[in-house]
């Protein structure tokens, strides 16, 4: 068949580039993950599934939320996300990627602009692929750039709703973007500044509830419950009538079966503990503080070191996978990032700072990392 053949010529051309992926199983210590908090397999974790199970809440959902799907245990998610991220509502879907499908392509007009920075998620770009609102980036963290695209735009005669779409902590650069300063462009333009939270959520921010928490701009946040919270789907937080335009009109939403009551039940337990236990977030936060120290002190890294994503960029293709697969062999799982997840030329080792790591394991990674370095250079 002409489309098997296609196919395969598809992936022979991927494994020539070393661009091949593979599921591959986890291997050594976690630091490939995003469990930044080590709920995931936490005995935290574990009393509540077994409380949830003993009050009779739900595995399964069985529907769409809008049908049969819906369940108290959903409700109490979003109203005490809401409270704990400030907000006047939430809503829980299956995840990160399905909620930012549906913030941006639900929610600007036609006649809208949607400015973004050019390291926005996949997510984020598909949103604004099947959305209706005219796009244009900006140069990653550069808010004097967003601004003369702005003025540009106006220039040419826009006039609709301006939205800003950026990250708080960039996935695989490991930086911050700067809210601040992006939320007063966002009031200068009554633009409403949408926040990726994903990697932020649990680690960031006072309790963790990210870095956009306190900012002043009408704002929109996207906090997934996969990463630091340790479970699965993800929160929107945001004004009301933004949270119930999304449940009246968001194909991803409407058209999806909703998470089971079984995950929000256990979300709950994790904002619960984020409230109650300041601990988790301060312990994370030490290994963070370790890592770049450690980073530093082996010569890895000459870039600033923000959070719990470290990259190190290696460029070729070939020898960052190479260098993932001795590092695993070593007992460290590390993946190997490459394009398109990357820019072409910047494949690297994304290390993550997991809560399923001591320091001590922290310590060995690096020195190994650097030996190995040392013997490639």
Known sequence: MKAIDRLNSMLEVLDNRHRRRVLSPRRGLDFASNDYLGLSQSPMLEQAARQALERGVPLGSGGSRLLRGNHPEHEALEQEAAAFFGTEGALYMGGGFQANQAIFSTLPAAEDLVLHDTLVHASTREGLRIGRAETREFAHNDVAAARRVIAEWQSAGGSGQIWIAVESVYSMEGDIGPLEELSDLARDFDAVLVVDEAHATGVLGPLGKGLAHGLKAELLTLHTCGKGLGVSGGLICGSQV????????????????????????????????LQSDSGLVSAARDRIQHAHAEARRNGLTKNALNSQIIPIILGDDAQTMDMAAVLQKQG???????????????????????????KADISALFETLAHYEREAA
């Open 242 to 273: 933004m949270i119930d335009s999304l449940i009246n009109r968001a194909r991803t939403f409407i058209f999806a079966t909703a998470p089971a009551p079984f995950n929000a039940a256990l979300v709950r337990a994790v904002l619960d503990v």
């Open 332 to 358: 460290f799982d590390i993946r190997g990032i490459r394009p398109p997840t990357v820019p072409r030329g910047t494949s690297r080792l994304r290390i993550s700072i997991t809560g399923n790591v001591s």
